[in-house]
């Protein structure tokens, strides 16, 4: 019983770390129609400036701020240069100018802090937490607070802000948001701004647990991307399920089958859910433009 | 007269890359441009894929892959002569991709890609614990060279012709099909396939055909590049493989298959730039080469951002021909 | 108009195809051989998933290179070493193999830092007959001996027997495994599931993780409740911090065994408490003091080491080791040259080595063994207060 609880939390761990990522992909997806494949870098960005902040002497706490709005920064600026200037065209171009992006994004990373792993202190020190036969580990808590007050965040930010609902109307419809007068150009810079944001809290969550390196983005990157389809992709509720039932998923197939295959189950009920039901587990039915 | 210029390029194209070895002796150089056609080939496979039936995928270093380990298992263990492997290699790499798009079929865009992405990694799991037949994380070592007959293919320039051989037959088929209806139909999907079923165009039928003809060409580079190399292992055909030969098709440019090549040849020639710009001190290079990597991600960017129809629309007239 | 950018851009495209050409043939030249600095390339893996190994190599080889020619040298020739960057890529370990032998014309190859990219460059490397000294661990490199490879590391075929004798000695018997599925771990874990059935210990336990991977709970959970008296990871990666901490925060209580791969700063670093009293095998070399006051090797190991941390203000790590020894073999197997050497010669120089000193312990290669490395090069380590002390 006490492993069942044991497997179930750590598999709540990683699905927020998931969700937070999968978030990500659904408000750049929202805004621009395409996938950002540099979001993998912020959650790498995230990690790698916190680290950084700290060792300049910063308390904890504020370097983790300090990174978050340092890479929300860089989220802005790439999209200002990179994904801007082409307009609202194909997706495809926008996939394209991500990839690049990724790759340039990881070579700074690589020159400006090395190759090595890099640590970061946990946010509170103490001994795991006992809850019937089962631990948690204190940064768990904190990866859970934190995604709960991202996804709260952004709830709140959508529904209840002129913002967000600007944002919303970008995402729905970005001419009739235009000729409201929503600037939609810079709602999809706000988006990449948050998903760099997102990306960027699960980096510096996860790296008291992992350590951080260069070149951490590019998986990560595969299991947020995996969790928005899961989901279904352009939702956040669902992106946020999604996420957590990718964790629960691998976290179960390691504990009671082979560790080896949590990657190899996980792929294969996405490509299941993929092919019976294409809109995600969570998601409503598909719009297709002609 | 217009119609025979259009193959101007092409043409051009053929000569130089044929004669290419008889001017060029380094060895070095060969093998480089080798691996230009190993990537153009799949490239050429791709750009059909996306480029005609307008589809995405992010897994096709895994056909790359199902191909090398095909040819490598059916010329080492099983001691098939080499054709018998290559066409093995081809037509597994061909069924691995009718399995694929039979159940993508309703799926497109985004949904298509994570599902040719999921189908790569669970690949690459495959190749790492298939170990009787693809020798798990170690690899697979010791494949002979490419042999027709009892002549075997192992010097720099015949190795290189081989591969540039097959390039050019998979774009020659790649051009037939594009060219006559089924290719046009294939084009309209790019465009809308609401519209393309409404103009009778059978689109089940052209995708598959394109996502197995693509297959085929990746396995073919595959057993190419295992047979050129010797030696395989699970880390060439990975993940950020599959985004790069991606990147190669979309930087090409739509529509055209020039394009893709002559992307292939760039994006591939970027790595090695250290080593090819010609009297480059040592120093220098060793600086270019620390790079590398940045300079290939910055071109990308580039040229998505300042030539929207990709290098094929580069030297199409402006307004002209769609991009 | 649209004809004159056609043109232009085909014309661009020849122009860099012919300036290609230009440079493909440079000669040889006609110098005295015996004033011409003897020419050795490195393959490292400067960028990709191993940059951080590949970085300390070339720090090490640079450092070498630099010392062997400020003192003048070999037989008074100067050593070039010229660095190619493979960008952990196996089709770029081939091709820059074949750069280094056609345009450079290099005599030997030390690489690569990977096992993958030792393994590809291998047909190509041997088509010249260029004996290869390689930096990478894998059991893989010399299980198929090859009269062309040479290695410098500790294999794991020496150092998995080394360790489970000491999990062995502490009393232990029941032994839970947890390794991860790349080349190292599966390499290790097959030598560890051998040797522990002749040392009579049971593994009571097998897991495994991949690369990347951030949560060990489920791991460990089953760990937890299969009942052994000790854990032994066998890893390279940074996962080893993860499974460390994990194994603490779940309240394990087992003593933790590891080998080389824990013989990292940023092991003991990334770990914190969790690594307390952390118990591994490696090389004698991580601390110079093991060998005996006034020994060849730690006047070697010792310099080696005071020079490194001189000249790039941080400690050698086992890799960097690694290199130094394999600039030094080959520096050795030159100096015993007479007359020219050609890379015939230079392999048969490096074959006859003996008793040289270097970071990895004593080298004496045979036509048998192109290690050379034995238990007696190793000595068990455990962590106390975030550093590595001796263990016992």
Partial sequence: MSELLQFFIAGLKNGAIYALLALGFTIVYASTGAINFAQGEFFMLGGMLGVWFSSLGLPLPVAVVAAIVATAAIGAAFELLAVRPLGAGDPLRVIMVTIGGSVILRQLALHLFGPDELPLPPFTEGASIKVLGAAIERQTVWIWALTLLAVLGLAFLYRKTAFGKAMRATSLQRDAARLVGVDTGRMVTYSFALAAALGALAGLAVTPLTQTVFDVGAGISVKGFAAAILGGLGNPVAAVAGGIVLGLLESMTAGYLNPLYKDAVALVVLLIVLFVKPSGIFGGGRREKV | MNRLLRFVPAAVLTIVVAVLPLVVADRFLLKVFTFVGLNALTAVGLALLFGYAGQVSLGHAAFVGIGAYACAFCTTKLELPWLAGFAIAALLSALGGLLLSLPSLRLKGHYLAMASLGFGELMSVAFVEGSPVTGGVNGLGGIPFPAIGAFEIREPATLYWLVWGVVGLAALIAFNITSLRPGRAMRSLHGSELGAQACGVDVTGVKVRSFVLSAAFAGMSGALYASFVGFISPSVFTLSVSVNLLAMAVVGGTGSLIGPILSAAALTLLQYIDALIPGLARETAQVVQSFQADIYGLAIVLVVLFAPGGLAGLWRRRGGERP | ?392
């Avoid at chain 3, 193999?97 to 291998?122: F, N, P, S």
């Fill in chain 3, 1 to 392: 108009m649209g004809w004159t950018r056609r043109i232009v851009t085909l014309g661009l495209v020849a122009a860099l195809g012919f300036t290609l050409v230009g440079c493909g043939s440079k000669s040889g030249g006609g110098e005295s051989k015996t004033t011409e600095p003897y020419k050795i390339g490195a393959v490292l893996s400067l960028t990709g998933t191993y940059a951080a190994l590949g970085t300390a190599e070339k720090n090490a080889i640079e450092l070498e290179v630099k010392r062997i020619n400020d003192a003048g040298g070999i037989n008074g020739r100067q050593l070039d070493v010229i660095i190619e960057d493979d960008a952990t890529d196996e089709a770029k370990a081939v091709s820059a193999a074949t750069k280094l032998i056609e345009q450079d014309g290099v005599i030997g190859i030390i690489g690569a830092t990977g096992t993958g990219q030792t393994m590809a460059m291998r047909s190509e490397l041997q088509r010249a007959s260029i004996p290869q000294v390689s930096m990478a661990g894998g059991n893989a490199v010399t299980s198929k001996f090859d009269k062309l490879v040479f290695q410098t590391p500790w294999p794991n075929k020496i150092v998995v027997p080394f360790v489970l004798q000491a999990i062995k000695d502490a009393g232990y018997t029941k032994v839970a495994v947890v390794s991860d599925s790349g080349g190292y771990g599966k390499d290790g874990h097959e030598i560890i599931v051998a040797e522990a059935k002749n040392m009579g210990l049971t593994i009571v336990s097998d897991q495994t993780f991949n690369a990347g991977d951030t949560d060990m709970s489920a791991q460990l959970t089953n760990i937890k409740k299969a009942d052994a008296d000790a854990l032994l990871m066998w890893t390279a990666g940074k996962e080893a911090a993860t499974v460390v901490k994990s194994a603490t925060d779940l309240g394990l209580g087992l003593p933790l065994f590891g080998g080389s791969g824990q013989a990292r700063a940023e092991f003991a670093s990334g770990s914190g408490v969790a690594a307390e009293g952390f118990v591994f095998g490696t090389g004698k070399s991580l601390m110079p003091s093991n060998w005996p006051e006034g020994s060849e090797e730690r006047k070697a190991v010792q310099d080696f080491a005071d020079r490194y941390k001189k000249a790039y203000g941080a400690d050698a790590d086992i890799f960097a080791g690694h290199a130094f020894d394999a600039v030094g073999i080959v520096a050795d197997a030159l100096k015993r040259a007479e007359g020219d050497v050609d890379s015939a010669k230079l392999r048969d120089l490096i074959e006859q080595t003996k008793d040289l000193p270097g970071f990895g312990g004593t080298f004496t290669f045979s036509a048998t063994d192109h290690n050379g490395l034995t238990a007696d090069d190793l000595a068990l380590y455990k962590i106390e207060g975030g550093k590595w002390v001796l263990a016992k």
